[in-house]
């Protein structure tokens, strides 16, 4: 499928009647398709759907501020300057009425204190997209909120829509720096990510 992105794609089984349906989704594995259709990175297998885990044990934000604010609120001026100062980013796009935004917010805090006190090579921010509509528009934000990694102002596909923990942010960007520095010794073709939505489902 040339333009559709994995993260839509399921495979439905239906009898000749359309009133049995089972989902095979979970028995597929995913692959990204370049603009050209050829088959670039592997987006994974839906193996068992399940549901989000999240920490709910952090003190309130509130608290948590109270020794500085360490995920960096960025603005529509500031955005594009922090981005390239800083080799990598992770962004949370939010929206403060979002519910999920706001049960997410004292853990990004705490993932963001952990990234400082782990030394990982990492810069954590967030972008209040009520207040900054524009910025939030022109990076393509659809849902709330959005979790995305930037190498400098570019984007690292897909973005991070799994567990809402700390130890589960903290391994996902050590495991996409550890990608990034192999890309490094990559083919210069295959160095650069130019994200198309197409995929591939086998």
Avoid at 9 to 14: E, F, I, M, R
Avoid at 16 to 35: A, F, P, S, Y
Avoid at 59 to 85: C, K, R, W
Wanted: hydrophobic share 35%.
């Amino acid at each position: 499928m040339l333009d559709l992105p994995c993260r839509f794609a399921v495979v439905d089984v239906l009898d000749v009647l359309g009133t049995n349906r089972m989902n095979i989704t979970k028995n597929i594995e995913k692959w990204n398709l370049d603009e050209e259709g050829r088959r670039r990175f592997f987006q994974g297998r839906n193996r068992e759907e399940r549901e989000i885990l999240h920490d709910d044990h952090h003190a309130e934000l509130e608290v948590l501020l109270q020794n500085g604010e360490h995920a960096i609120p960025l603005t529509a001026d500031s955005f594009d300057e922090y981005m390239q100062a800083n080799e990598f980013t992770f962004v949370s796009f939010y929206a403060p009425w979002c519910v999920w935004c706001q049960r997410l917010a004292p853990t990004w805090e705490a993932f963001a204190e952990h990234v400082e006190a782990e030394s990982i090579p990492i810069k954590v921010a967030k972008v209040d997209c009520v207040t900054h509509t524009q910025l939030c528009k022109d990076q393509k934000v659809h849902a709330f909120p959005t979790l995305r990694l930037f190498n400098r102002a570019s984007p690292l596909p897909p973005d991070y829509n799994t567990d809402r923990t700390v130890a589960a942010l903290a391994s996902y960007v050590t495991r996409r720096l550890n990608v990034e520095e192999k890309r490094k010794n990559w083919p210069e073709r295959d160095r650069e990510y130019v994200e198309h939505p197409g995929c591939m489902v086998r």
